[in-house]
């Protein structure tokens, strides 16, 4: 790269020494360094990587931490082409590669040998000197990576309520041309996949497209059901009402909804035991838990009233001055996920272990218990591992949490 050189901070040696690794860090964890930023901050191959990786295990581990001395590796070409079982040809490309970009100096003797006596090989302080640009990368493509997995959960929540808002209409005969515009649009988003390798400014302008286009859906089969219940119809509003209580919902039936198309099957609440330390529970019976079976009907304001202060920020940015609804809610608990320190593994396991609808609520108990008067939550993502435990146990109670927090936040 052109601007390596720009990086480079070389100390003065008659008043400093050599540069030496940052207090904590040692030989092995330069490595990894180096490993994980080498592709994208220097635009270096895997072999070439390989190469400059087993050359620095050479020096001793002391010399990458004293001023006084230079981490270098004495061994010659042939022997490290050797060790790698590349050519000698190879070898002397990368070396030159590394050379061209700053991380290593050669110094051979005239024929080219090396020698520890002679204090010729290849030497490792400009590599050492780079490490502050090493780390200031690795934590930009950190942030990088933190924002893409944001972006991409958002996605699959606009992807989960459109699919189904989609086949609710379907389910209600509502064609016209507009629903048919929104099916084709939907039918041309890239898959989870496609999303890993989008370029991030056209990330975000396809979550931001995904959420107008699910919006708008939602809003013809919210029109849609109001008037279906106005003409006096069994169809329940997507939005209910909002003088409904949640005891009401939670003790209702609910709608049993499959991995693709929804169904309108009633089935009653399962009530498994909760989790022993979720501090909500109530003492109703169990029955086995159905991953991703059970779809709790709570309207956007229910849902709003059980929320954080910050939740609610959050919500409020997404609704804009409207009435908030059950995808502005699931939206706002996507970006707490950050919020609350909560890594993409355990909401990857909460997903798998209840389904996203049901993830979600979890993830807004688990955010409100954080203001729990007696037990007050410390580590959210350890919170919602537990519950993520309880899902696999098949003991987890999320009635009986949303009922305790209902119930906790109306005696406040």
């Not at 944001?150 to 064609?175: E, F, P, W, Y």
Request: net charge negative; glycine share 6%.
């Amino acid at each position: 790269m052109n601007n390596i050189s720009a990086l480079r901070a070389h100390d003065d040696l008659d008043t400093q020494g050599y540069p030496t690794l940052p207090e904590g860090m040692e030989r092995d964890g330069f490595i990894r360094l180096f490993e994980n930023t080498a592709p994208t901050l220097f635009n270096l191959t895997d072999a070439e990587i390989s190469t400059f990786v087993r050359m620095a295990e050479d020096p001793r581990p002391s010399d990458w931490k004293k001023p006084d001395r230079e981490p270098c590796c004495w061994r010659r070409q042939g022997e490290v082409a050797a060790r790698r079982s590349k050519s000698r040809y190879t070898i002397n490309r990368h070396e030159k590669r590394l050379v061209a970009l700053g991380l290593i100096e050669k110094r051979t003797m005239a024929h080219g040998g090396r020698s520890g006596f002679a204090g010729c090989g290849i030497f490792f302080s400009n590599a050492i000197a780079l490490v502050p640009a090493m780390l200031g990368h690795k934590h930009q493509q950190e942030a990088l990576q933190v924002e893409r997995n944001l972006l991409c959960n958002t996605r699959s929540i606009h992807k989960g309520h459109l699919k189904a808002a989609l086949n609710d209409l379907a389910d209600m005969q509502i064609t016209n041309q507009k629903v048919e515009d929104y099916m084709l649009e939907y039918e041309d988003w890239p898959d989870a996949r496609l999303l890993r390798r989008m370029d991030m400014d056209e990330l975000r302008q396809h979550v931001l497209e995904a959420d107008n286009l699910t919006q708008n859906v939602l809003m013809i089969l919210q029109e849609s059901e109001n008037m279906q219940h106005q003409s006096g119809t069994d169809a329940t509003p997507y939005i209910q009402d909002t003088t409904q209580e949640l005891n009401y919902v939670c003790n209702a039936s609910v709608d049993k909804k499959s991995a693709g198309k929804p169904t309108h099957t009633k089935d009653s609440c399962s009530e498994p035991t909760g989790s022993k330390d979720c501090g909500e529970n109530e003492n109703e019976g169990s029955a086995e838990y159905r991953k991703g079976e059970i779809r709790l009907k709570l309207s956007g304001p229910i849902l709003y009233g059980l929320c954080s202060p910050e939740m609610k920020f959050y919500i409020d940015a997404h609704a804009q001055g409207r009435q908030p609804t059950e995808h502005d809610v699931s939206c706002a608990a996507i970006q707490m996920l950050r919020e609350l320190g909560i890594n993409q593994s355990a909401w990857n396991d909460a997903c798998d272990l209840m389904g996203k609808d049901d993830a979600i609520l979890a993830l807004i108990i688990t955010d409100a218990n954080r203001y729990h008067p007696q037990l007050p939550v410390k580590c959210p993502g350890g919170y919602l591992r537990g519950m993520n435990n309880a899902a696999r146990d098949g003991t987890l109670n999320i009635i009986a949490s949303l009922k305790g927090l209902d119930a906790r936040l109306r005696e406040e």
